[in-house]
């Protein structure tokens, strides 16, 4: 019984303030580029801020057949998309996830996303000690007229 309680105590102690589960990460301005018809895969972008040692592992959406972790560099002044296995989130130091840099990337979109949609994501946490933890996101689409991200990889 002894272990039992430890292990409910280290549970509350992880988790007591809903704002602090996944190790404090903070989700800041959330937001998806909205797409046209036909368009199957947008990217989503946020800033994330955890208080401890964190890596995004993860992600996932009712809106989307697939969610990945995508980062962008230039090859050959050609911008590629590739997905990473994990963003790192070093403690206190706000990572953006931006156009241009990294992003989620929704790929199987169920339907075209326009300005006042919002889009539910799930996001998955793994900290230091491979704890994981989950944080729902609500990010509103915005209507971008810029041209949309070329894909290297799908
Ligand atoms: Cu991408």
Known sequence: MKHTRQLIAAILSACTVTAACAGGVSVSDPWVRGT???????GAFMGLTASAPTRL?????PAAAQVEVHEMTMENDVMKMRPVAALDLPAGAKVDLKPGGYHIMLMGLAKPLSEGMTVPMTLTFEAADGARETVDVEAPVRALTAAPMKHGMH
């Open 36 to 42: 046209v018809a036909a368009q199957k895969a947008t």
């Open 57 to 61: 592992v993860g992600a996932s959406s």
